[in-house]
């Protein structure tokens, strides 16, 4: 079978969604072990995270972090269970309770943001604060022009 013959721009962007594929495993990999001291995976330190940062729904953490409405609810019952988030009523939503951090939570936020900082400190160091920031702005227009509706190529 043939391969589809592209351009050599088309061949780059193949390049780079590969490598932005691997980059995402290992960044996993590596949220999953700075959370785990804390007893937590990368998934529910997210899901952590964006409950201390503005008082949101379940289905609202699902879209700023990408991820569908009924994984989040399952870490989030999970951590309520733990004590470490809870439910309050959601003024804009009779039935879409507000996900609020314990003590607890911010407890166990606070002890794996440490460690992160440490680990991102040192990875910043090594790769360059420049590169870094360049690398970031082109990411930034490559996911804005993945976000604008396409006709899908035939």
């Given at each position: 079978?043939?391969?589809?013959?592209?351009?050599?721009?088309?061949?780059?962007?193949?390049?780079?969604?590969?490598?932005?594929?691997?980059?995402?495993?290992?960044?996993?990999?590596?949220?999953?072990?700075?959370?785990?001291?804390?007893?937590?995976?990368?998934?529910?330190?997210?899901?952590?995270?964006?409950?201390?940062?503005?008082?949101?729904?379940?289905?609202?953490?699902?879209?700023?972090?990408?991820?569908?409405?009924?994984?989040?609810?399952?870490?989030?019952?999970?951590?309520?269970?733990?004590?470490?988030?809870?439910?309050?009523?959601?003024?804009?939503?009779?039935?879409?309770?507000?996900?609020v951090l314990t003590p607890e939570g911010?407890?166990?936020?606070?002890?794996?943001?440490?460690?992160?900082?440490?680990?991102?400190?040192?990875?910043?160091?090594?790769?360059?604060?420049?590169?870094?920031?360049?690398?970031?702005?082109?990411?930034?227009?490559?996911?804005?022009?993945?976000?604008?509706?396409?006709?899908?190529?035939?």
């Amino acid at each position: 079978m043939k391969k589809p013959d592209r351009t050599d721009a088309g061949d780059a962007f193949a390049l780079f969604s590969i490598s932005v594929i691997r980059l995402a495993q290992h960044l996993t990999a590596a949220g999953d072990a700075l959370a785990k001291p804390a007893g937590q995976s990368s998934a529910r330190w997210q899901v952590l995270a964006a409950a201390s940062h503005a008082s949101m729904s379940v289905a609202e953490i699902g879209r700023v972090l990408g991820l569908a409405r009924q994984g989040v609810q399952r870490i989030a019952d999970i951590l309520e269970t733990e004590g470490l988030v809870r439910y309050e009523d959601n003024p804009a939503h009779q039935r879409a309770k507000l996900l609020v951090l314990t003590p607890e939570g911010q407890a166990i936020l606070n002890d794996i943001q440490t460690r992160q900082a440490e680990w991102a400190d040192a990875l910043g160091a090594e790769i360059g604060e420049t590169d870094l920031r360049t690398t970031t702005a082109i990411l930034a227009r490559i996911l804005d022009e993945l976000s604008k509706p396409k006709s899908p190529a035939r």
